[in-house]
């Protein structure tokens, strides 16, 4: 079963307005989270880098002040996409490693299709 | 720069018959290697991964092989079945297992 949940899975919502992702480990804490980003029949690229309790690593390039996010606990991050514009409609994807290992392959939840009208 | 090339961006296979997807990576720090499946609308699913101090991992009916001389890895499905259809990622990480490289992908069509 999943292990990775993510909320929600579809939103549109206007330019200039902000939309929260969430993302939760499902019986499994995760002090690191990751968010990718998959545009039209591109590849999936990571975005950020989620840290419990500290500030997220942001990739090249990814506008930190744009692209916010919260890691308040071990089993839920939140992306938060403000003022939002049409090129930012995308397919966003969070993920985790289950547990502690982390030798474990990088499991990932079932994504968000933001559409910004 | 594309460090990970999947040159094929579609693959069709009659089923029973054998899968064979391919991706070439550029950058020599890379050390584990991971081959994801994707539906529409829905999160990559893990399958299969490998570490560069191996040249093939098998796990039932998927099979990676790993050469890094040629900086290249295939994903091997056999038999092949219809549901195995879907878009097919190779993923690869020299840093951290999270921050994963991802190629852009191969849809695979199994045919009945």
């Known amino acids: 079963g999943a292990v990775v949940s993510q909320h929600p899975s579809w939103v549109i919502c206007k330019s200039g307005t902000s939309v929260k992702i969430e993302c939760r480990s499902l019986?499994?804490?995760?002090?690191?989270m990751f968010w990718y980003r998959q545009f039209p029949k591109q590849s999936l690229m990571l975005m950020a880098t989620?840290?419990?309790?500290?500030?997220?690593?942001?990739e090249q390039g990814v506008e930190k002040d744009k692209f916010l996010i919260n890691h308040a606990s071990l089993t839920l991050s939140t992306l938060t996409v403000t003022s939002a514009h049409p090129e930012d409609s995308s397919f966003y994807i969070c993920s985790a490693h289950r547990g502690a290992d982390y030798n474990s392959p990088l499991h990932f939840g079932n994504g968000t299709r933001l559409t910004v009208t | 720069d594309q460090q990970v090339k999947q040159n094929s961006p579609s693959l069709s296979v009659q089923e029973g018959r054998i899968s064979i997807l391919n991706c070439d990576y550029t950058?020599?720090?890379?050390?584990?290697f991971l081959w994801y499946k994707k539906y529409p609308a829905e999160g990559p699913t893990f399958l299969i991964s490998i570490s560069s101090i191996k040249d093939k991992n098998e796990d039932g009916r998927f099979t990676v092989f790993l050469n890094k001389s040629a900086k290249h890895l295939s994903l091997h499905i056999v038999p092949s079945q219809p549901g195995d259809s879907a878009v097919y990622f190779c993923a690869a990480t020299g840093t951290s297992y999270g921050k994963l490289t991802f190629g852009q992908g191969t849809i695979l069509t199994v045919h009945p």
């Open positions: 950058n020599s720090m890379f050390d584990y």
């Open positions: 019986d499994f804490q995760a002090t690191t």
């Open positions: 989620s840290n419990e309790g500290s500030k997220a690593t942001y």
